[in-house]
């Protein structure tokens, strides 16, 4: 005899390289106290179950009324280093969805594959990304900065642990990296897709190879009292960019394909 048994998921996440912006399918460790993860093999981090919410993973057709998505935080730790550990907030239980029944004579059910596009529900999972370590293998054309970020006054070769860094192009100031300093203050960006541009400003050559940046070091100063192990979250400090209580440094550049350069951030507090 047959036993049919449902069962409800609460979620999904999953990890996401920050310079490519490709899904992660490595092991990653992902942990939360009281709550019940697993990766399954397209790297995709499931959420079985969390505190109090056992009830609805026996639901495959909720009913009555489903509780609004709460944030949780998360701890990831890379097994081979190649990514930066890190802490991050996600959301369950993400809503479920009605998929109405296709109409009649239609080979595509539309109002599914909303349903299965839908970033809250749990159709669609939520993105972490995950910022490469200082010593990352690096791609071919790839426009790079080895960044170091430091105390201005320090002992040399003392960094400034867990700062965050944007790369932003001065023509529009759009976002072209984001990435997060080691627990020694050293960091990796890159820009992928950099290429030769048409130059508009009526005078020069007629094309640019290399772009004009502004790369900026953030810097929260309450993270030295933290212990040894603590990790960070970085979107605490991307989230809040403006905050007066950030210490930061900049420089411009020239940014172009195929470019490594090498740029140091004192910062003074």
């Known amino acids: 005899m047959n036993e049919s048994v449902d069962r409800r998921i609460l979620g999904a996440f999953v990890c996401v390289d920050a310079i490519t912006g490709h ?19 397209s790297g995709t981090y499931v959420i079985f179950n969390g505190p109090g919410l056992g009830l609805l993973t026996t639901q495959f057709a ?3 009324t489903w509780p609004s998505p709460a944030p949780f935080e998360v701890a990831f730790w ?6 930066l550990p890190r802490r991050a907030n996600v959301k369950a239980p993400l809503k479920v969805p009605a998929i109405p029944p296709a109409q009649a004579g239609s080979t595509t059910n539309s109002a599914a594959v909303a349903a299965l596009q839908d970033p809250t529900t749990v159709f669609d999972p939520q993105q972490v990304f995950l910022y490469p370590a200082p010593s990352a293998p690096i791609g071919p054309n790839w426009a790079v900065i080895h960044a170091s970020v430091t ?3 320090a002992p040399p070769g003392k960094g400034l642990p867990w ?13 072209l990296a984001t990435g997060l300093a080691d627990l020694n203050g050293e960091a990796l960006l890159a820009v992928i897709g950099l290429s030769v541009k048409a130059n508009t400003s009526g005078t020069g050559p007629v094309t640019l190879s290399t772009v004009p940046v502004t790369v900026k070091a953030y810097f929260d100063p309450s993270i030295l009292n933290q212990p040894q192990s603590w990790i960070p979250n970085p979107d ?3 989230n809040s960019l403006s905050n007066p209580s950030l210490k930061t440094s900049s420089q411009s550049v020239q940014l172009g394909s195929g470019q490594e350069l090498s740029l140091n951030f004192n910062i003074s507090f």
């Open 23 to 41: 899904s992660i399918r490595d092991r990653v460790s992902a942990t939360a106290p009281q709550w019940t993860l697993k990766q399954n093999r």
């Open 62 to 64: 909720p009913s009555g």
């Open 78 to 83: 890379d097994p081979n280093r190649r990514y």
């Open 151 to 153: 105390r201005a006054g």
């Open 163 to 175: 700062a965050v860094l944007q790369i932003t192009r001065d023509t529009d100031s759009a976002v």
């Open 236 to 238: 605490d400090i991307l």
